[in-house]
């Protein structure tokens, strides 16, 4: 654990000189959180409440539906198998086309004037694929990466978001799911936001524990500091 701390200090010390990341998109929200926090529901109850307010939005999420999408939730399900670096690999490269994709891509999509919200972005690779990788090759893969606006995260217990899962799929526990794992995955996060402190992203922490109509309400009112979304 000492040398993940010493290490995460040593990002920090370089950030202000190597990490390109200070460039914000605009009307881009990212939902985060531990596998059963929540962030599949409010994306939901998210695009319903923008297409009754008729707001040009695109609600999406990583893995994306595409081939490589495809291949990583392939992975996740036990249904293939792949090297940690693979792994990582595959997630760098789904996020590019998902940014960058011509006409479909979320950069196009904004330039468009859509607001776009998106379970789950580059803060689950740093904190889902440090777990079997040397993280400073995580943090390369996505350091230029552009941030969202808004980042939010689902601060849900361990414990309830494991309840969760149980009832959420006839397959069976994913890669990453089961107790202990979520657990250091949850310490991830918590690294992985230290290093955009300095960043003109806003970080939003809500508590996921609750009834998904309160937990919407919070983050309905993140959406509405938007000029897209004030109208």
Known sequence: MLRIEIFVQGWEMELESKYPQSVVLENFVVLEGLDGSGTTTQ?????????????????????????VGRTIRGILKKHLTAQPDTVALLFAADRTEHLYQEIEGIVPRIQRGE???????????????????????????NRSFPLPRHLVFLDTPVEMSQRRLCTR???????????????????????????????????????????????????????????????
């Open 169 to 231: 799929s006839e397959d069976g526990l994913e890669l990453y799911d089961g107790l202990d794992i979520q657990q250091d995955i949850l310490s991830g996060y918590e690294r992985a936001f230290s290093l955009f402190a300095h960043t003109k992203m806003q970080l939003h922490r809500l508590d996921g524990s609750g009834d998904p109509d309160l937990v919407f309400e919070k983050f309905w009112s993140i959406l509405q500091s938007l000029p897209i979304v004030k109208g």
């Open 115 to 141: 607001l776009v919200v998106s379970d789950r972005y580059l803060f689950s690779s740093l904190a889902y694929q440090s777990l079997n990788c040397d993280p400073e090759f995580v943090f390369a893969l």
């Open 43 to 67: 994306l939901r109850m998210t695009g319903n409440k923008l297409a009754e307010r008729g707001i040009p939005h695109f609600c999406t999420g990583e893995p994306t539906q595409g081939p």
